[in-house]
């Protein structure tokens, strides 16, 4: 889908979820060599930059939620093309990102492009508060029941931040070529737009790299106390296999086919059987309270 905006200096033209005629008019009218347009379709392809002879490629990754992934939240690629006059940018999926850029923000190439990065930047930090969130909910969870369900989820959340990490050192990567860039950054305006992104990156990846922590620091106790929990189980279910061997050893001799104690009166016999396999496994349960096995 095309959306085209004429602005003061030059045109925008605004490609979203773009299908294959989308393409091919990229490539046709527009003159959009067809390896670049195979970098657009890859959802992989890593924020660089590229020049070419009639124009150049800024690809930066943007964070997204979405719920037919397997991985809600992640990241996906926006190929910002841009000429003497025309900026292009084209997306695999809608960016609702260049939505809020205003229209004195589109006074020159520059600075629109500037805009866009310092709008991915912040939107990092938001997808990382949103993030945190959903760890303080599954933590509360794992400590009132530890299920399956909110540890799967925790790995979820660290899988982002391993995107949203990736991403972030991408695209203040490509923020410091662009201002090393020639001619790019000639006023006054889209120098404070790089250092303003340029904190905004930074920030966001000081914050992954303290969630990661946290998360790891969360993760590995309720490991401890899953492996706290199952040698607890273990020692009970050995401890009630140890008491129930007197009764079965009982049992099992009186099972033989051989004379017995007490076999010509039956009911002294039960009772003093009942009493022995009592006294048997009275003794063993108080071995293992007195040593807190219990």
Sequence with gaps: MFDTEKLKTFSWINVGNPDHTDFEKLQEEYKIDEDTISDILDPDEQPRIELEDDYKVIIVRFPIVNRETDTQWHTEPLSIIYSTNRVITVCRKRCDLLDKIKKDEKTSREEFI???????????????KELNKRVVASKKNLQQQIRKRELLALLDVENSYTLYMTGLKGNLSVLDKLEKMRGFAKTDECEELIEDSRIELSQGIEVVTSYTKMLKSIKETFESVINIDSNTYINRLTMWNIILMFPTLVVGYYGMNVALPFAEHADTGIV???????????????????????
């Excluded at 500037?114 to 990382?128: G, K, T, W």
């Excluded at 059987?273 to 071995?287: D, P, S």
């Design 114 to 128: 500037l805009n866009i990065v310092y709008y991915i930047a912040e939107s990092y930090l938001r997808c990382l």
């Design 272 to 294: 003093i059987f009942v009493i022995i396999m009592a006294l048997l496994m009275g003794y063993a349960l108080f071995i293992f309270v007195r040593r807190r096995i219990v």
